[in-house]
């Protein structure tokens, strides 16, 4: 790894990979990525992961670099393979044998108890419909390899190096998208693969090695399990056909505020060179693009995403304007190229439910596709979802109010709701004291005044926790399986609690209430008024919006 500071006062330290070399360059080799043995335990040095602090891994050391110049290679096919699907429309139904080009694997491989509820239909019958994009690293072809840059890698389990949710509003009239860093330290919950190995639930783990433990189906568990939204699909994609569908797609114009180069003495960056405006880019020049950090903004990977995301937008503009995706000879080399590069779940698993999928994504306008990146912040050199922020996101997705904020007296899709399993008097409840914050101490005994409420109202197996120490800036009511949701959301509405604050959680063994520091005194709750502004942090952008790249003076021309 190469230390470089991001220029501007008062900037923090950031971490530039060694190589963003040419695309023939060999990037890393199989003894520095950490290759799983596939064993139960997880390996000592995790390939992407390491210790929160970033005080071990394998970016200590040239040898052990991650992959991460591939992955803008594998957003960009996945995207492509969306949007092809997306606009392609009644061409698909003549090419039936498209079918066959489709690999296909399991939707969800952790535990069937801890999936996220699905939401209730709306009044007019609608749902909202939620896909995972995935972008894999895998060296399971010679192709990949090749393209891959390494040569004893062959085999080695893939990462899920690109990992973008793609929400469509129940009523199609909006659709939003949340980006996760690849860096993203979370829980990953237990997995097992279709032949019955069992990969053992893992904390404070980088989020693209979920795709190597049995298949996408545990990336979307560990998905579930973060954000509490029902899963519907998965679209996943591998970087062998990217150059051909970057070509096939006829150019996607792009726009730097002065001249670019990404290119170093050292022999650093993607090699993009472009003048200042707007120019079409495919194949080469597209590839370097989607690479590009050395150059953009604070060469951050964030502001990778960011150039990533204009991309999209603009792929989306150009291919719902093109008159030629009328032209079948170019539907039809489109969709030979996105359905070889796919693997999808079951349920997509026929070009007439892609087709399907497709006529529901066509429903929703441009300019009311809103991108954004999870909020995060910064542990060591990876980042952890940020306190609140990434919260509130999730939430915005899954109680289906659009992140664009054009439907705010739209009432949310109601959640589904399960009746208590027990009795009030039956029910278990452990309560803890979250109520200390940054600037104040923890309310003395909250935890059992708390408990005794509950006990007043009838619940008479709760008591106060106090092994545990947390902190949160709201109450929250948490459970650990399905079995056990009506209990908590009993608790809550005898406390008057809102359902949005409770969640469930393998991080607990039964219904646990955590008193947060909106209620660290009293005996009745107040819940706070909801605010369903997308947070700032999510470095938010409208499909509409045409945008430009702000270049690093430093690699200007």
Known sequence: MVQSKVRGKGARPRVHDAGELGWDESLYDAKGDGAQDGGDTPPTEPRGGGP????????????????????????????????????????????????????????????????????????????????????????????????????????????????????????????????????????????????GHVYPALKQWITNDSLGRGG?????????????????????????????????????????????????????????????????????????????????EDGSDI???????????????????????????????????????????????????????????????????????????????????????????????????ALDGKDTKKKPTPQATTAPTDSDDKIAVQVQNGTGTSTLDPAPGRAGAVAQLLVGKGFSEAGADTSMVVSEDKTVIRYPSADLKGDAERVAKVLGIPASSVVKSTDVSGVTLVVGADWRSGTAYKAPKEDDKTPTTANILNGATKQCMTVDPHYTW
């Open 216 to 296: 996408p189906g545990c990336s979307v568990a560990t998905w579930e399990k973060l954000t509490g939204i029902h899963i519907d699909h998965f679209i996943m994609v591998d970087f062998s056909g990217v150059v051909s569908m970057a070509d096939a797609v006829g150019g996607v114009p792009v726009c730097v505020d002065k001249n670019i180069y990404s290119h170093t003495s050292s022999g650093h960056g993607s090699g993009l060179k472009l003048k200042a405006g707007t120019t079409y880019v495919k194949g080469t020049q597209a590839l370097q693009w989607l690479r590009t950090r050395y150059g953009f």
């Open 52 to 195: 929160a602090d970033g005080s071990g891994g394998h970016d200590k050391t040239d040898e052990q670099r991650p992959r991460r110049r591939r992955r803008a290679l594998r957003w960009s096919a996945t995207i492509l393979a969306v949007v092809i699907l997306g606009t392609a429309g009644a061409g698909y139904l003549y090419y039936q044998h498209l079918n066959d080009n489709l690999k296909k694997d399991n939707l969800n491989i952790g535990d069937a108890k801890d999936r996220a509820a699905a939401p209730k239909p709306n009044a007019a019958g609608q749902t909202p419909l939620n896909i995972l994009l995935l972008g894999s690293d895998a060296r399971d072809t010679k192709e990949n390899q090749q393209l891959g840059g390494a040569k004893d890698t062959f085999g080695t389990p893939p990462r899920a190096d690109v990992q973008i949710l793609l929400h469509v509003s129940a009523d199609r009239t909006n659709m939003s998208v949340v980006s996760m860093p690849r860096d993203t330290l979370l829980s990953i919950p237990k997995c097992t693969d279709p032949k």
């Open 303 to 401: 502001a990778r995403t960011k150039a990533q995301h204009q991309y999209m937008s603009a792929m989306v503009r150009e291919l719902r304007a093109n008159a030629t995706l009328n032209n079948p000879d170019k539907l039809r080399n489109l969709a030979e190229t996105a359905t070889r590069s796919l693997t999808v779940d079951k349920g997509l698993g026929t070009v007439a439910k892609l087709y399907d999928l497709s006529t529901e994504l066509k429903k929703v306008p441009t300019d009311r596709i809103t991108m954004t990146t999870m909020p995060y912040d910064y542990v060591g050199e990876r980042v952890v979802p940020k306190p609140g922020d990434a919260d509130k996101l999730f939430r915005l997705v899954r109680e289906d109010i």
